[in-house]
Each structure stands twice: as C-alpha cells, then as structure tokens.
C-alpha cells in the first residue's frame, strides 16, 4: 500500500474549498489539524464568535472577553 503525506495546511485548504459532507470527513480523517490551542493574550475568530484569552487553567479553562452572539461577555476566574 503506497502511503501519502499532506501538511495541516493542504487539509484546512481542502476542508474550506469543498462541500459540507467532505468537510465533515476531512474533519474526521484528521482531527488533530482543527484542534485549536489557546494562547493568553491572542485574539481568536471563531465563525461569528470574537475572543481575547486573559488566563488558562491547568484543567483547560479559558478565561477572557469577548463577542459571543453578538453580545459582550466577560468570563472572570473567581
């Protein structure tokens, strides 16, 4: 069996170009390149949902404000 090799680039390329049904199986295919990993003090776009990260906790937590819904929310640590 011949083996291939594609960059996480090739694959958001061809998830953005094609049909719902193909998008869903490239996500399928390769997970890893649509995991999104989140960095204090970046803005991320996500669809229609503005973010800026303030904090990250050990467990995962996100913290920071942002536009969700086209409303202003802030998510504090307390």
Same mark, same amino acid.
């Given at each position: 069996m011949e083996k291939y090799e594609i960059t996480k680039e090739?694959? /958001? =390329? /061809?998830? =953005? #170009?094609n049909s719902k049904e193909t998008r869903l199986l490239i996500g399928k295919m390769f997970p890893?390149?649509?995991?999104? #990993?989140f960095e204090?003090?970046?803005i991320y776009k996500i669809y229609d949902i503005i973010f800026y990260?303030? =904090?990250i906790e050990e467990k995962g #937590? /996100? &913290?920071g404000y942002g536009i969700?819904?086209?409303e &202003?929310?802030?998510r504090e640590n307390n």
């Open positions: 090739q694959v /958001l =390329e /061809l998830h =953005e #170009s890893q390149a649509f995991k999104k #990993s204090v003090g970046k990260c303030t =904090e #937590s /996100l &913290y969700f819904n086209r &202003y929310k802030n």
